[in-house]
Nanobody
Framework: QVQLAESGGGLVQSGGSLRLSCAFW????????MGWYRQTPGNERELVAR???????SYADFVEARFTISRDHSKNMVYLQMSSLRPEDTAVYYC???????????WGQGTQVTVSS
């Protein structure tokens, strides 16, 4: 069984930075594809960034090189460093874990990011 716990959200001014953290509780962290999604009220959850077990990364177009996803296998942690934040980045951010050998995908409870103009 896998559990994910996000932290690091909060209120920041436009142009500011935040680092989100996701703690992975369970086994075989190094074999999981990890990702960050976000969701605003009334909208679908959308992919922000993901990182493979081998640390290859991919980002949504709207990121525009402002965010960096990383992982630390020694700590079972995933991070999302966000800079040049915009009001439209306001959302609940969710950590995600996926593994073809696992019975299902896993989600954290989410952390709120609010960017004021």
């Amino acid at each position: 069984q896998v559990q994910l716990a996000e932290s690091g959200g909060g209120l920041v001014q436009s142009g500011g930075s935040l680092r989100l953290s996701c703690a992975f509780w369970g086994s075989s962290f190094s074999s999981y594809l990890m990702g960050w999604y976000r969701q605003t009220p009334g909208n679908e959850r959308e992919l922000v960034a993901r990182i493979t077990p081998g640390a290859s990364t991919s980002y949504a177009d709207f990121v525009e090189a402002r965010f960096t996803i990383s992982r630390d296998h020694s700590k079972n942690m995933v991070y999302l460093q966000m800079s040049s934040l915009r009001p439209e980045d306001t959302a609940v951010y969710y950590c995600y874990a996926s593994n073809l050998m696992a019975p299902r995908d896993y989600w954290g409870q989410g952390t709120q990011v609010t960017v004021s103009s």
